[in-house]
């Protein structure tokens, strides 16, 4: 069957997609046909060499920048991506940071900017994306959550809750857009090799992989994988799921 999990003809938003498991779904994603928009907030080098491998391999992608937990700016967002591409397929909720700290010692502000941008963003571009699906009656959207917000971590109150948030987020809206043939699920990683994990104390990610039953981080390839299969047709019967791709660190 050649067009097993092919995307061509379709066009994807993938937020976050300058650097680490966002950039890693961007190039899976334009692999398997789709055109894509690749986001990013501040890192605009490395998108525009994203877009440029891209399209020299005979791709359809467009860099935009845009701080997606404004309300405004992921509006914008994925109004680029329908005068661009003439429509919307696929939205990969990718765009994250962490704010560790102890709650006793958690500033107000790293409780927002982590809620903001990993949560809030999430029903930004969900909001304005789910409009276009809902006319074309077909759509994907896939939320990159985290095994911390099934587990919870120590020092990640903010980030687990955001986390847990877009796996709610991710089966209210299954629910309420499956009348409409679309399709929303999420992701939980656990540890992927991107610059994210720089935050974590010397030896902490050491004793965390004790906790991986395959023993080691995942590769940003891996999540894409995932992020692929969830996106494309043969996907069409799985909605409000949540899919680990942890090495089995959280059997649900
Ligand atoms: P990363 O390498 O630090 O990349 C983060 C990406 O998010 C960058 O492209 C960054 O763009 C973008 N971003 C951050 N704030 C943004 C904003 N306000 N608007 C638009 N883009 C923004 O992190 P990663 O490991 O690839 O993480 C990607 C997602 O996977 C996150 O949601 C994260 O929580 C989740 N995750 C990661 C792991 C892991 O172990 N790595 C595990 C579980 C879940 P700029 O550089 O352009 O600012």
Redesign the pocket.
């Known amino acids: 069957m050649t067009d097993f999990l092919s995307l061509e003809n379709k066009v994807a938003v993938v937020?976050?997609?300058?650097?680490?498991?966002?950039r890693a779904v961007a190039l899976e994603l334009s692999r398997r046909g789709a055109a894509v928009v690749v986001?990013?907030?501040?890192?605009a080098g490395p998108?525009e060499e994203l877009v440029a491998q891209l399209t020299a391999g005979g791709g359809r992608a467009a860099a935009f920048q845009?701080?997606?937990?404004s309300f405004e700016q992921a509006n914008a967002l994925i109004k680029f991506a329908v005068d661009t591409f003439g429509g919307l397929d696929i939205l990969v909720n990718?765009?994250?940071?962490t704010r560790d700290m102890v709650i006793m010692m958690m500033p107000e502000e790293d409780w927002d900017a982590v809620l903001a941008?990993?949560l809030k963003?999430t029903f930004n571009c969900s909001k304005a994306a789910v409009k276009h699906m809902m006319r074309k009656r077909y759509g994907r959207i896939i939320n990159?959550?985290?095994?911390a917000g099934q587990m919870g971590n120590p020092g990640q109150t903010n980030y687990s809750a955001s986390?847990a948030g877009q796996i709610g987020f991710t089966k209210a809206l299954a629910r309420e857009v499956a009348a409409r043939n679309i399709t929303v699920n999420a992701l939980a990683?656990?540890?992927?090799d991107?610059?994210?994990?720089n935050a974590m104390p010397e030896g902490a990610l050491e004793a965390a992989l004790k906790m991986v039953p395959l023993g080691r981080m995942a590769k940003?390839e891996e999540v894409a994988y995932a992020v692929a299969f969830l996106a494309s047709d043969q996907a069409a019967y799985i909605t409000g799921q949540v899919l680990g791709v942890d090495g089995g660190m959280a059997m649900m």
């Open positions: 937020t976050g997609a300058s650097r680490g498991i966002g986001n990013y907030h501040n890192s998108a845009a701080d997606v937990s990718n765009a994250g940071i941008t990993n963003s990159i959550a985290s095994v986390k990683p656990g540890f992927v991107t610059e994210i994990l940003p």
